[in-house]
Each structure stands twice: as C-alpha cells, then as structure tokens.
C-alpha cells in the first residue's frame, strides 16, 4: 500500500473509465444537474488514462458505417429529451436534414465525433492522462472500509463506491505473445501500426478472424498496395453476415438482460454461445459483396491479391529472418500447409476476463461464481463479502451476467448508466455522506492528481 503520508481527496463515487460507457454514466449526473434532481447532489470523480475521449481511433476506416440505430445512443433510450442525443448533435452541426436524405446507418467517423461531442459536455469531473495503477484496500476494525485509487503517479483518491468502465481487452491468442510488434498486432493498434510502416508497406499480410474488423483490415490493405498478397485465414468457410433479422436481435433489448440475467450459470453460459452470431464474427452484406467482387474481379484480370484459407487451424507460427513463417491444418481433411508473410494483423476481437485484473488486490473481499468470476446481480453492482463496506459496480464488464448486449453494444449502454447511477444513489445515501473534497490525509486539489 501507499504511504498513510501520500494525500487523498474523498469521492462520493469514482469511475474509472471515461470511454463511451464512462460518458453515458456522467450523462446521467449531468442531466440530474440541470433538472435539479437529488441525484446531482454527489461528487464523483472519472480517470481516463487518454489524453481524450475517442470511439475506435484505430478503425476509423473511410467508407465504414456503425450497425446500430443511430437512436441507442449515449442518451435517447434513457431520457429522448436529453441534449446530448445523437439528434441534437446533428442540429448543433447544422446537418440533420441532410443526415436524414442519406438513408443509411451513421458513419464511423460521425458516431466517433458525436461521442467526442458529448464527451466535452460532460467532462468537468474527468481527470485524463491518468492511468490507474492500483486499487488499495482501505482496512479499519476488521472491515473494509475504503478504496483507495492510486494513479501511475502516486497520487490517490479515496472513495467507498467504485465504478469500473474499463472496457473489454484485446484478445491475443497464446500463439502470437512472443511475436506482438510493429509487424505482429491487434487491430486496436491498425491504423497506428500502418502509419509506422510510412511508405514500405509490406508486401504479404495474414489476416486472422472472420468478423467486421477483419474484413475491414483485408479491404484497407487492398488499397494501400496494389500488388499486396493477403492470407485470410479462417475456422470457418470464411466471412459471414452478421445475424440482422429482427427476431434474433431482440437479445439487445432490456427484456432478454432481465431473462438472461435470471438464467442458471450453465444455461447463460450456453444462451451467450448462441447469441454471439448476432454481434461476433459477422460482416455486413455491403462488406461481403466488396470481398467476394474484389477476388471475382481479380481473377478476370489475372491477379492474386487475397487468398481466403478455410477450415484452418494455424497450430505454428515462427519468425524467420524478417518474415513469419505459418503453418496451418486444415481441420477436416487434415492437410497441412505452410506459407510466409511479412506481417500480421489479428482481428481476433475482445474479451472481458472473469476476474478484473485491477480488482486483483480486492480479492479477499470479493464474492465469485463457480468460474472464478465476479458475481454481479441486476444493477450491476459486484457481491461482496459480509466485511465490506465498500461497493462496486461494472459498466460494460458483465456480458457473462447479463449477455451480448454487456459487450462493446450500443444498444443498453444509456438504460445501463441510468441503473447503476440510481443504484449508486441508493448506496451512498445509506452511508454517512461526507463532504466533497474532504481529505483523508494531507488536502490537495484534486484536479492536480494527475498522470
């Protein structure tokens, strides 16, 4: 732990995160400020570790679109008169006929700027470039009292009630640990990754995954080099649609969070396999066509440009040199086959791991289920043991307790906020309220606690 000696400033509730999650949340107090709301009455405190809020920095891709309504929004489902809807946002730019002719979902480009819109609105209470080191258990007559947030800095804050919107993390596959790179990454490091390379854009790729962010990968690649060799390799038979019919998206709506979460821990278990099609490995119909077009077309000219690799398993991946060599079976006639490539981008996507690594000095206090994982209940907030006084809350860290639409959705994020700010009151109104701003230890301005 820090020393007694390092200063603490008393938050009624910190929120580490202050991505779209962390957003929509402030949005609640903010909207509770100006309608005069008792809930406006707490002092909360966010911690970015970003210099500012972005939405996907690293697939802003030009020509790519959001697949959600433009109506889940950071605001609309809980509250359509809010002034940091998605709407008002296009009158604030003086575009919401135009937007309204386009006759097509927003663009990722637009979506990201609206966030960053809202995110000046409501970021008075934010401290970014501040990255959150530890979270020290606060210890007094046997009972855990406190929590004390340490940044990279030393610097702390103190609080009883604790609010984790962190997001999900890449999920890196054991196989490539040894090999992560400039020429080795996530496709959270793309566009930053390829603006490396400058003008000597390698000239033979492998691409791994079948969702959205590979397929995406695959076509920006395609335009950056004309005479660019791609392996698309995949479990399946390659790139599917994503699941858009009606029926089976109704697992985004309020109902299915309240049928899933009084699921038994085998059945969410099983209920979350099936449901991953509707947001997991799939593409859009509009990127299906490019790809397939893209490779038709290049046979009539007589080019090879992406060569789709189906029903693989990569089992072997070493460096040779400044080249990686691959070797991959083929799962169901066993055929082995090996290539070589100069880079690699995994589209693998995201995870939410059971137990939150910064949550790791709580544990003693902690409450699990039988995979080792949070036990989280309805309003989102994570159980405890009988000798903690402290309370936590995920927002965005629970698809495991409440399904797809916990994951990087759109779709609840609003109604989600709303849940967790009135159990957050409820919570702090039941323990003795102290002053904001009051110090633990030595006083200091809080705005100063910075990374």
């Not at 959600?68 to 509250?79: G, S, Y």
């Not at 990686?324 to 939410?352: C, M, P, S």
Request: glycine share 6%; with cysteine.
């Amino acid at each position: 732990m820090s020393s007694p000696s390092q200063a603490s400033i008393e938050f009624d509730a910190i929120c580490i995160g202050f991505g779209p999650a962390g957003i929509a949340l402030s949005c609640v107090f903010e909207d509770a400020r100006e309608q005069a709301q008792p809930l406006a009455r707490h002092a909360i405190r966010f911690f970015e570790s970003a210099a500012l809020t972005q939405w996907h920095p690293e697939l802003l891709l030009a020509g790519t679109d959001i697949n959600h309504h433009v109506f889940r929004d950071l605001v609309t489902p809980r509250n359509p008169r809010s002034r940091f809807s998605f709407a008002m946002y296009l009158k604030s730019q003086g575009r919401m006929f135009d937007f309204g002719l386009l006759g097509r979902p927003a663009s990722r480009a637009e979506w990201s700027d609206y966030v960053g819109w809202v995110s000046r609105q409501v970021d008075a209470q934010v401290q970014f470039d501040t990255q959150v080191a530890d979270i020290e258990p606060q210890v007094r007559a046997g009972r855990l009292d406190h929590l004390r947030v340490v940044t990279a800095s030393g610097t702390a804050a103190t609080t009883r009630h604790l609010v984790l919107s962190t997001g999900s993390a890449p999920r890196i596959p054991a196989l490539y640990h040894d090999l992560l790179g400039p020429r080795v990454f996530h496709t959270s490091q793309f566009l930053t990754r390829l603006g490396a390379f400058g003008a000597n854009l390698p000239r033979r790729w492998m691409v791994v995954g079948s969702g959205q962010s590979a397929s995406e990968s695959v076509l920006e690649l395609l335009e950056r080099r004309d005479d660019i060799l791609i392996h698309s390799v995949h479990r399946s038979l390659g790139f599917r649609l994503t699941q858009l019919g009606q029926f089976p998206n109704q697992v985004f709506s309020p109902s299915h969070v309240d049928y899933f979460h009084g699921l038994a821990h085998d059945a969410r278990r099983q209920f979350l396999d099936w449901s991953k099609s509707t947001n997991y490995a799939g593409i859009d119909p509009d990127e299906s066509l490019k790809l397939f077009s893209l490779i038709y077309e290049d046979r009539l000219a007589g080019r090879d440009r992406l060569r789709m690799q189906p029903y693989r398993v990569i089992h072997r991946v070493a460096q040779e040199g400044s080249a990686y060599r691959v070797v991959t079976t083929d799962k169901f006639t066993g055929q082995e086959d090996a290539f070589e490539v100069d880079a690699i981008v995994l589209a693998t996507g995201y995870q939410q791991y059971p137990a939150v690594p910064l949550l790791a000095s709580l544990q003693p206090w902690l409450r699990e289920d039988s995979d080792g994982g949070l036990l989280i209940d309805r309003d989102y907030q994570v159980a405890v043991q009988e000798n903690c006084d402290a309370r936590l809350f995920v927002n965005g860290l629970s698809e495991r307790s409440h399904g797809i639409s916990d994951s990087q959705s759109f779709s609840l994020m609003a109604l989600r906020a709303e849940r967790i700010a009135l159990a957050l009151d409820q919570a702090i109104s039941r323990q003795a309220r102290p002053t904001a701003g009051d110090a633990i230890a030595a006083p200091v301005n809080a705005n100063t606690a910075t990374a």
